[in-house]
């Protein structure tokens, strides 16, 4: 029976280690380009806050752009609706951005609401 706790504290361990946002949707309606994704409570920090900086979705083999604007709706999955001016193409691109302190990146899929 310890074995088997062991087992399962060490899994979820894991599990929460590896939180990793979550990409939802894409959109280019409204003259913008529209990315939400979603965090997790494992990605707050020890305090049960969450930072979210330096959003930038990274296209076409280097070119960046910085979000224009960006909102959360915080909750046990926190939603991150990021706003950036219109794109017609993006290939090959993907969203970066720091989370108290930590570098992610979430590929972004090239269909297009």
Do not use: W
């Not at 088997?4 to 894409?26: C, K």
């Not at 989370?99 to 590929?107: F, Q, S, V």
Request: overall charge positive.
């Amino acid at each position: 029976m310890k074995k088997a706790i062991s087992f399962l504290s060490l899994l979820l361990m894991a599990i929460i280690a590896f939180a990793e946002p979550h990409f939802v949707s894409l959109s280019n309606k409204g003259g913008k380009t529209t990315v939400i994704f979603t965090l997790t409570s494992d990605d707050k920090d020890s305090k049960n806050g969450l930072g979210i900086e330096n959003i930038m979705l990274e296209y076409d083999n280097g070119k960046t752009y910085k979000a224009k604007h960006v909102d959360a709706q915080f909750g046990d999955t926190t939603t991150v609706i990021v706003k950036f001016k219109k794109l017609s193409k993006l290939e090959n691109s993907r969203l970066k951005f720091c989370i108290n302190g930590e570098d992610k990146y979430i590929d972004i899929p090239t269909d297009m609401n």
